[in-house]
């Protein structure tokens, strides 16, 4: 069983910078992968960003650029948004995969508005 809490989000103006963590705890080894998931309000929860350690990252087209995505040996998973803008706005949830197995955090509120 793994448990995921996410922290760092928050209300802040359009062009300015957040940065997510999500801690990880319980089995967390063999975590394999760990992505940031978002859902704006009345739509659909959305990729953001993906991190398969020592392998590779992605990052949606909509936030290239702009996000990153890392972490400590998969203890805590970080997500670095810079230049944020008003549809970044919505839920921020952490993902891992493990085994056969995937995890959700309950999420962080991210909010840009002026």
């Known amino acids: 069983q793994v448990t995921l809490v996410e922290s760092g989000g928050g209300l802040v103006q359009p062009g300015e910078s957040l940065r997510l963590s999500c801690v990880a705890s319980?089995?967390?080894?063999?975590?394999?992968?760990a992505a940031w998931y978002r859902q704006a309000p009345g739509k659909q929860r959305e990729l953001v960003a993906r991190i398969v350690p020592r392998v590779r990252t992605e990052v949606a087209d909509s936030v290239k650029g702009r996000f990153t995505v890392g972490s400590d040996d998969m203890k805590t998973i970080y997500l670095q948004m810079h230049s944020l803008k008003p549809e970044d706005t919505g839920v921020y949830y952490c993902?891992?995969?493990?085994?056969?197995?995937?995890?959700w955090g309950k999420g962080v509120q991210v909010t840009v508005s002026p």
């Open positions: 993902n891992a995969d493990r085994f056969e197995h995937s995890y």
């Open positions: 319980g089995s967390i080894f063999a975590i394999y992968a």
